[in-house]
């Protein structure tokens, strides 16, 4: 059998249609979307076409969509944006979570040089952080409130639409990292009433390099990325032209088979759970939510009878000798040996924390490769639970 990759929140394949779509941006139009010529304009329509595209798939104005470098730069530039645009006035304040993405937790701790106060909100168990807790925090000083929609280690699922409205009624931007969510679940900006969301590509079947940054039409924000003029002066750089028709393609695909991928990640989700009751009863637990997370991200953390941890990067490099790739932790810290910040924040424990695996789907796995999953787990368990009592 091919090596089984259930790796599919870190990246994913990217579909062939969408490379079908790319490939003429290559080499035939190729052009610099802002040059005057013929190959420039057939770029610049391709772009604007994306463009109305992506802001009709989540409910958006065409003038809200920045196309930027994906996920990381638009939670970047959603951050620093609005802090740079309303610290003046003395609002100074950051509200996040402890388990966001490095993407948006290194920003806001960036900012406190520049005199940001960072409020953390501490999640539930299940990785939850609630209006609420949100109403609470917010000041007078509250600059922007940046919470993501579903939290690529764990699966949880904010309750987004409660805390933009709490947000809106508080006059604070709203900023979520819905990097795991566009493509998965339906994410409509108007219904959630957000103020900035972030996307990127290669979590979906599409290329890596690119995304966008949604920033609802008067949001306090100023450009983060200086340059040209691309973007309506609102992020700087030659128009990356095959990776927005691949994003655009890729959005509208999951969009189309969202509920088939779904149906498709609630089977295989079943079928390894099941099989983990049957072959490890009492020596495995779900980290984060058992039901109401997103049915493709699965956290794993196991123990010995005894109660011992398991070593999780050994655990890993073992399956991967055997043909099965899983994660650590979320990509970006994966190599790194401290333990995921999200499931020492979630499991509080750090034994589990340690011996714990995240599983993600993709639309292209199957339940074959549940199987074979569990037959590799079993013998890799059963060797290192050996060594470990
Ligand atoms: C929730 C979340 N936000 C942001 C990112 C970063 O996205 P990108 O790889 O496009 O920079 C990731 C990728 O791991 C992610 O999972």
Known sequence: MDPVYFDNAATTPVDPQVLETMLPYFTEDFGNADAAHQFGRNCKV?????REEIARLINAEPSEIIFTSGGTESDNAAIKGVFSALSPAGKNEIITSPIEHHAVMHPAESLKRQGAKIVYLKPNS??????????EAITEKTAVVSLMHINN??????????IAAVCSEAGVPFHSDTVQSVGKIPVDVKEIGLNMLSISAHKIYGPKGIGVLYVKNGT???PWLQGGSQERRRRGGTSNIPGIVGLTKAMALCDKNMEANTQKFV????RLIDGLEKRFEGKFTINGPKDGGVPHIINIGFKTDSNQGLDGEMLLLNLDIEGVCV???????????????VLQEIVGDETIANSSIRVSFG??????EIDFFLDKLEGVLDRMMKVAS
């Open 220 to 222: 306090p924000w100023i």
């Open 153 to 162: 280690e764990i699966g949880s699922i904010n309750p987004v639409n409660e």
């Open 363 to 368: 639309k292209q796995n199957n339940e074959k």
């Open 46 to 50: 391709a772009v604007e076409d994306a």
């Open 327 to 341: 994660s650590n932790g979320s990509a970006c810290t994966s190599g790194a040996t401290e333990p995921s910040h």
């Open 126 to 135: 299940d990785g939850i952080i609630t209006a609420d807790q949100v109403k």
């Open 267 to 270: 089977a295989l989700r079943e």
